[in-house]
């Protein structure tokens, strides 16, 4: 236990260290200096946030003029919602000062920084259902007191909404309203609360592209009137679109403060956040590729929400290669995985495995047919937290001998295959009948990869494997991903960590807004500065067919 | 904060401090805490019996007396348990997967219609050999029960229905159809019941055997006890040892574990409501051929479906604790009504059910006494 803190700290000091270096060098000097005159709305010096094991904001800088609007650009997990989160009073920093209008001050709570005039729109909407626009509006205000002269209050909101083009009718109940007028009743609240400075996450994620339209509109209004904005994204289009500047987060750490979002390239701005990592060395042999395993032609699929997901996405894995994926999160990575497996169904197109068709059947057929999944949330989909460790390995050949037996389960073979895998897999437990629920993340996931691998399957989709695991666990997920490849098995690994898909893949596609954007082979080359660069603008909406064309154009 | 930071004075007290368990506690420890809450439960229950007017000591000891006292009381103790077991059986295998039957009652009720139907339409006659007739009507009690839970299963499945309020409402439909069935077309002289069932058509009971052994005189003890019992055994193995049971127990840990294993859920929920329903129908069948031996839904409808809620509750959803916990329970209810019909007995009832559960905070919290100096 202790040795492992000592491990996982000492290569946090030194990952730090490379970063450190790193942005020394690219870190975009502030040369575009603003007019002078222009007062800063807010100021954020030196903030510092630790979580758990994470460094989230290590000293970031941050500055917001009066009457602009400011994109704050960052891949997840970068630390922009936990500065904006500092900034709204929902997480208070270490170090560091804000001052708000030129006055330093403190925040408790987020009521203290909507008095401050600070509001924030989250990417999950706190609205109440049931209610109407101008009850959700007056939820939790002090006036009016007891009678709620609803009329008299339908009308204030339905001129406020007037002023700033955020037309919703006010006695609409939250449910009948499309995601992006619920948007703007959210937006509502905060102005009239009194709000100046208007935080939105990631406002853009769950709208439909004629919405956004719209909501840049309603930002150009509220900021002609006077109010701030800041907006925080990882799409480098809409930021060019609608921000005045851009400030850009990397792992904790600005590597770029109030840059005016024309005096920069889009390139530029694509290295800043995705920056370049040192590699994983990995000990891997030269891909034998086989046949093709898995085929994914032309599919279009719905997320939850029944917004597009994937829009005409295409891919291929062969035997014995492993096949990345990147992008940002919530960019059709997860449905990918879920038509694949059978999880979800597909509009249009088809999933072969092996030549034989795998979308739009149950899941069981993809079981049956050599298809294995670790899926990306370990505790809510990959395993039942309150059975045991047995439980769990079984749940994908119970169906099969030595475990059934006629309808009956043979729990001694149960056991002793769990007892098997515990060992083989190293999974620290003190005993097979322990829930699952006690396992640190790390044991758990060498559960489902134990109970994944020990299958033998023709091919496993892995999304996010390592996420949220300590470096010793990455490294041991790292070594089974690539036994499997040895052993002839086509593998498509879904990830947002670029270094973990360049030291694994034999190749990568990368995935935006549900297509694919390029497909790149990596091999054994060691990954440089441009091909980082180019796999980043197509994370951020570049197709790769453009960016050869620029490519060949500016060397021309 | 503000306020905290400004009283200076300097005060030493003690503070509670609860903490969720990370670890399980140990095996015994869940046996004790219950065993001390009955015991809790039970000095409560003497301070009000003290207020009554009572003297605890001696009224507890003639409950003792009077459902374990001698083996004429345990008879009829394990016969009032008989239909609790089986109503609890029922509740527990679809609580395991989180499938909110409630309607036990109404199963139960239909069970005992069916199995009545056997004897009254007469589907046989009342000369059939009592192998048979019993058989038939386990069959008969166990369909109609399971028809009452498929039709919650049913919408539940197909239509997401809130399974709480159709197997709540479909209770009352069921007492009004056995009604509707003793008043109008099988009534006795004008009265609320059927005509007696013939011999045949009883579960044989203890003092049947009377003639060869004289010391079962009088006890009313009937087959049902071990049927429920055989059922709570079959019931452990089926949840614990089965393929079908291992994706009940999957499903209801985790319905999105199960979709991802490949388990159809929707077919689950309709069999589960129906084995559900078939077990509290087994009850009512019993309930009938074992003890009331005509159709009549005053005695049926006497809260047995609501009772094993509790039971199956109390036995943490466990088949095989659920049989001494129903037995518990029978003894409350039959020493409850010998000495107040109704009052005092039912609260003390009340108050042991309240501790017990609340107990269960013990298993997941663990409290800690510290000393504080502010």
Redesign the interface.
């Known amino acids: 236990m202790s040795s492992g803190l000592i491990y996982t700290s000492s290569l946090i000091l030194s990952g730090k260290n490379l970063i450190y270096t790193y942005c020394r060098s690219s870190r975009l000097t502030q040369t575009f200096s603003s007019p002078p005159d222009t007062p800063l709305a807010v100021e954020m010096r030196g903030i510092v946030k630790r979580f758990p094991g994470v460094l989230a904001n290590d000293h970031v800088d941050f500055e917001l003029k009066a009457g602009e609007i400011h994109a704050l650009l960052g891949e997840n997990g970068a630390g922009k919602s936990t500065l904006m989160n500092v900034l709204a009073g929902l997480y208070r920093q270490e170090t560091g000062t804000i001052h708000v209008h030129g006055k330093q001050v403190e925040f408790h709570s987020p009521r203290d920084a909507i008095n401050a005039g600070i509001g924030m729109v989250h990417q999950h909407f706190m609205l109440v259902p049931s209610q109407t626009v101008t009850e959700n509006i007056l939820l939790g205000l002090d006036t009016p007191r007891f009678f709620m002269r609803l009329p008299e209050y339908d009308a204030k909101i339905a001129a406020m909404g007037e002023q700033f083009g955020l037309i919703v009718d006010p006695r609409a109940k939250i449910w009948q309203l499309s995601v992006g007028e619920q948007q703007r009743v959210e937006l509502l609240k905060l102005l009239y609360r009194g709000a100046n400075v208007l935080i939105m996450d990631e406002p853009t994620a769950v709208l439909a592209p004629q919405e956004i339209d719209g909501l840049f509109g309603i930002l150009r209004s509220m900021v002609a009137q006077g109010k701030s904005v800041i907006f925080i994204s990882h799409k480098l289009q809409e930021v060019t679109a609608i921000a005045d500047r851009v400030s850009v987060l990397r792992r904790g750490v600005s590597t770029a403060s109030g840059v005016p979002s024309r005096g920069v390239s889009r390139q530029e701005l694509a290295r800043l956040m995705v920056g370049r990592d040192v590699v994983f060395t990995v000990d891997k042999t030269p891909g034998k590729p086989g046949d093709v395993v898995l085929d994914v032609k032309d599919i279009h699929a719905e997320n939850d929400k029944g917004l597009p997901a994937l829009r005409g996405f295409s891919l291929n894995v062969r035997a014995g290669e492993i096949v990345g994926v990147a992008g940002v999160a919530g960019n059709g990575q997860s449905e990918l995985a879920q038509v694949i497996t059978g999880l979800r169904p597909c509009k249009q197109g088809q999933v072969t495995l092996r030549g034989e068709q795998v979308s739009n059947r149950n899941t069981l057929f993809g079981i049956q047919h050599g298809m294995a999944y670790v899926p990306e949330d370990r505790t809510r989909v990959g395993s039942a937290p309150n059975l045991s460790v047995t439980d769990n390995v079984i749940m994908k050949n119970f169906r099969l001998p030595p475990i059934s037996h006629g309808g009956m389960l043979d729990m001694t073979a149960a056991n002793k295959l769990a007892n098997d895998l515990k060992l083989a897999y190293d999974i620290i437990v003190p005993n097979v009948a322990t829930p699952v629920r006690l396992l640190s993340g790390g044991n758990l996931q060498r559960v489902i990869l134990a109970r994944e691998i020990s299958g033998k399957p023709d091919f496993m989709v892995a999304v996010q494997p390592t996420r949220g695991l300590d470096v010793g666990a990455i490294e041991g997920v790292h070594q089974l991903l690539l036994a499997q490849r040895e052993a002839g098995a086509g593998i498509l690994l879904v990830s947002e960590e670029l270094e973990e898909l360049l030291s694994l893949s034999d190749r990568v596609y990368v995935i935006y807004e549900g297509k694919v954007m390029g497909e790149i082979q990596v091999g054994q080359v060691e990954p440089d500065q441009s091909l980082i660069e180019t796999i980043g603008l197509m994370m951020t909406g570049t197709p790769l067919d453009q960016i050869r064309k620029e490519e060949v154009g500016a060397h021309g | 904060?503000a306020e905290s930071t400004t009283v200076k004075k300097k005060r030493v007290g003690y503070k509670l401090l609860v903490e969720p368990r990370l670890?399980?506690p140990p095996g015994w420890y869940p046996l004790v805490v219950s065993i001390g809450a009955i015991v809790f439960g039970l000095f409560l229950g003497g301070i009000l019996i003290a207020f009554a007017g009572g003297d605890p000591i001696r009224s507890y000891q003639h409950i003792a007396k009077a459902s374990f006292g001698d083996i004429g009381v345990l008879s009829d103790t394990l016969v009032k348990a008989t239909p609790i077991m089986l109503t609890a059986l029922a509740c527990a295998v679809a609580f395991r997967m989180k499938l909110w039957n409630i309607g036990a009652e109404g199963q139960f009720i239909m069970g005992a219609f069916a199995a009545s139907a056997i004897v009254l339409t007469p589907v046989l006659s009342a000369e059939t050999p009592r192998w048979l007739f019993i058989t038939v009507m386990i069959l008969a009690g166990m369909a109609g029960g399971a028809f009452w839970g498929f039709i919650p299963g049913y919408l539940k499945a197909k239509l997401n229905v809130n399974e709480i309020i159709t197997t709540l409402m479909m209770n009352y439909i069921a007492v009004a159809w056995v009604n509707f069935w003793i008043f109008g077309v099988w009534s006795e002289g004008g009265f609320q019941m059927s005509p007696k069932f013939p011999e045949t058509a009883w579960l044989p009971r203890l003092l049947d055997y009377a003639k060869s052994l004289p010391s079962l005189r009088g006890l009313t003890t009937h087959g049902g006890i071990l049927i429920a019992i055989s059922v709570a055994i079959i019931l452990w193995m089926v949840l614990n040892?089965?393929?079908?049971?291992?994706e009940i127990?999957?499903i209801g840990?985790?319905p999105?574990?199960?979709?991802?294993?490949?388990?159809?859920i929707q077919k689950n929920i309709i069999y589960v409501m129906m084995l559900s329903g078939a077990l509290a129908g087994l009850g009512g069948m019993s309930e009938v051929t074992g003890v009331i031996h005509r159709l009549q839904t005053s005695p049926l409808a006497a809260g047995y479906g609501f009772t094993g809620i509790i039971v199956a509750w109390l036995a943490k959803l466990n088949p095989l604790v659920i049989i001494p916990v129903s037995i518990l329970f029978g003894a409350l209810i039959l020493a409850g009504r010998e000495i107040q019909p109704s009052g005092v007995p039912k609260m003390i009832q009340g108050i042991i059910l309240v501790s017990l559960i609340a107990s269960d905070f013990l298993l997941r919290y663990r409290i800690r006494i510290v000393r504080v100096e502010a």
Do not use: C, T
């Open positions: 904060m670890n399980p040892r089965s393929r079908w049971g291992y127990r999957l840990d985790n999105q574990a199960a979709k991802y294993a490949g388990i159809n």
